[in-house]
T-cell receptor, first 111, second 115 residues
Framework: GEDVEQSLFLSVREGDSSVINCTYTDSSSTYLYWYKQEPGAGLQLLTYIFSNMDMKQDQRLTVLLNKKDKHLSLRIADTQTGDSAIYFCAERSSSASKIIFGSGTRLSIRP | NAGVTQTPKFQVLKTGQSMTLQCAQD?????MSWYRQDPGMGLRLIHYSVGAGITDQGEVPNGYNVSRSTTEDFPLRLLSAAPSQTSVYFCASRSNRDRPYNEQFFGPGTRLTVL
């Protein structure tokens, strides 16, 4: 079945870049998402990428997709304290209704 | 628009009690779903619905029932609560139309503790 894997924790220094990695198993994944969850809140869509794209950039965020290796990454440039959150990778195939989420990566920022 | 609303925000139950977690959305979304979030396990899909009158099981459906009599509401029922159901529950909705990013909107969550 479908599976999405992420490491659980990442700690970076304020001002450095953060790179959060994700692997998935469903080769028919069409849509890949990054969601952000701040403490005590629900998830909010941060960015997305289609499977026919290699890269997407949106201000401080860069998403890289290696479809051959089924590897997705999220890079946050100039990481700020407000970026502290849990980041979820998720995927959906065009034929499926449901979105499959990873376990989430907790990003903490060191001063 | 209120988006996705969930009630209650917090609930404590005793083992064996039943209760219903409420979820409503005012965006006319066809697709609604329930997830539970546990530490280190991410979000696991409990049940989902692609439209009024249609429901289906997700990854972890045991112990939960759902119904979808209207487009707006998608309640989740715990028939006989167990400590293993202690978790944070999120309801989500999105349009079935294949928009470019097909954003799924989440409610604020219900934190349930079963003693």
């Amino acid at each position: 079945g479908e599976d999405v894997e992420q490491s659980l924790f990442l700690s970076v220094r304020e001002g450095d870049s953060s790179v959060i990695n994700c692997t998935y198993t469903d080769s028919s994944s069409t849509y890949l998402y990054w969601y952000k969850q701040e403490p005590g809140a629900g998830l909010q869509l941060l960015t997305y990428i289609f499977s026919n794209m290699d890269m997407k950039q949106d201000q401080r965020l860069t998403v890289l997709l290696n479809k051959k290796d089924k590897h997705l990454s999220l890079r946050i440039a100039d990481t700020q304290t407000g970026d502290s959150a849990i980041y979820f990778c998720a995927e959906r195939s065009s034929s499926a209704s449901k979105i499959i989420f990873g376990s989430g990566t907790r990003l903490s920022i060191r001063p | 628009n209120a988006g996705v609303t969930q009630t209650p925000k917090f609930q404590v139950l005793k083992t064996g009690q039943s209760m219903t977690l409420q979820c409503a959305q005012d965006m006319n979304h066809e697709y609604m779903s329930w997830y539970r979030q546990d530490p280190g396990m991410g979000l696991r899909l409990i049940h989902y619905s692609v439209g009024a009158g249609i429901t289906d099981q997700g990854e972890v459906p045991n112990g939960y029932n759902v119904s979808r009599s209207t487009t707006e509401d998608f309640p989740l029922r715990l028939l006989s609560a167990a400590p293993s159901q202690t978790s944070v529950y999120f309801c989500a909705s999105r349009s079935n139309r294949d928009r470019p990013y097909n954003e799924q909107f989440f409610g604020p969550g219900t934190r349930l503790t079963v003693l």
